[in-house]
């Protein structure tokens, strides 16, 4: 029985001979010729007149924060039901994440809660691409226009994601993107932010590489940090660039088949999908429903290890956590889709190289699982 991970990269093009280039070429730190030209493929991906690498999608966010100013004591709205990331770069900078409630119709930032959640303190706005799909931006963007607050996308799961038809990553100040080996498009590690404002990238850049003026060597106008990326990662995303329309179709096959065979099972929900969503097939979801299924989805998920079939369950809502209960105690944060959701999400192994016969597998056990 061969086990069937949640996520595994596709490095079949010429991922390998850009490395061997790169390598060759002895240009392995961040400065080169793919790093240049990533960032300028990607963010033609996005619609954005710049990206900028670095190194991890978690560093990106604290540098998209740092680029808006984001200061200790100000408060930032984040939906709770995300990976830890998005509220560990507010609390880098000394702010607080102030925790919304989830849309059950998109799983991301519900826009009717946002204004309950704004005080004095609060500055900006990250919305959360959740599971590949874009949040509500028109709204998100009318709420936070009307306040006076930024807004920076999380777009870390959700590459070519598109709302009303434009790409995720240019539909705020600034985006944010992930490149982890689990990612629709990988360097193994690796990040990028996506922006249109020449003053928010020249800081952005700023901040990157340790500060250091860019027309005085050994000049620090500001505290920098070194956030950059390698010239061998960026070989890797050229060569991911290169296949991304046939990446992403592959794992919308696989999405599709997924939700063929796992339709009309008592009990098994899929992610919703608002009409002016496309979203990035990243990680298939279900949820279980464990009256009508007879299991619940923690149960579901030691079954399909106990045959070889990896899963992940949604993410545990972040005023949960230790880091983060008390504050959201305190400041009596109610928010039940958000907990419906982490109890009861999963995702299902997604990777191209998976076979059609592997995602039957997966669907078959999910099935004959149920009581
Ligand atoms: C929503 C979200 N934000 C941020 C990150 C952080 O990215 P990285 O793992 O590259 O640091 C991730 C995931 O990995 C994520 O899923």
Known sequence: MTRIPVAAPDLSGNEERYVVEAIRSSWISSTGPFVGRFEREFAGLCGTRASIAVANGTLALHLALMTVDLRPGDEVLVPSLTYIATANAVRYCGAEPVFVDVDPHTWCMDPAKLEAAITRRTKGVIPVHLYGHPADMDAINHVAATHGLWVVEDAAEAHLARYKGRPV???????VFSFYGNKVMTSGEGGAVTLDDRALEHRARLLRGQGVDPERRYFFPITGYNYRLTNVACAILCAQVERIGAIVERRRAIYARYRAALEGIPGIGFQPQAAWAEISPWLFCITVDAKAFG????ELMVLLAEQGIETRPFF???HRLPPFWEESRRRGEVLPVT????????NLPTYTLMADADVERVARAIREARR
């Open 316 to 318: 545990r809502p972040l």
């Open 169 to 175: 990553g240019g539909l705020g100040r600034i985006g």
């Open 339 to 346: 907990d419906h959701l982490g109890e009861s999400g999963l």
């Open 295 to 298: 299991r619940t989805r923690d």
